[in-house]
């Protein structure tokens, strides 16, 4: 599987951004796919993730603030992210596990080139 993140992007403080992530070379619908950061100097946090049937799961620092979501006619995965806050700034990655489809973790064999956030006023 092939993921393409879009450009990141800088924003102040409170303000939104959406990521999204281009899947190809496998059946996009059929297992799960996830969002990670990477902070500088910190270890890498899955934020998001969504199984096969569209269920999702957020790490409790982005929970009520980052939405993920799947647009399976085009093949791509969001994440919408309010309220920002400059802890928020990081490399994202998106990312995917062909061989899960359920009971989804944050250990993803598959990652896309990474994208940077900055949150700064």
């Known amino acids: 599987v092939h993921l393409v993140e879009s450009a990141g992007g800088s924003v102040q403080p409170g303000g939104s951004l959406r990521l999204s992530c281009v899947v190809s070379?496998?059946?996009?619908?059929?297992?799960?796919m996830g969002w990670v950061r990477q902070a500088p100097g910190k270890e890498r946090e899955g934020i998001a993730v969504?199984?096969?049937?569209?269920?999702?799961g957020y790490a409790d620092s982005v929970k009520g603030r980052f939405t993920i979501s799947k647009d399976y006619v085009r093949n791509i995965l969001y994440l919408q992210m309010d309220s920002l806050k400059p802890e928020d700034t990081a490399m994202y990655y998106c990312a995917a596990d062909v061989s899960r489809y359920y009971a989804c973790s944050y250990d993803f064999p598959d990652w896309g080139q990474g994208t940077q956030v900055t949150v700064s006023s």
């Open positions: 969504v199984d096969s049937d569209g269920n999702t």
């Open positions: 070379g496998y059946d996009y619908k059929n297992y799960c």
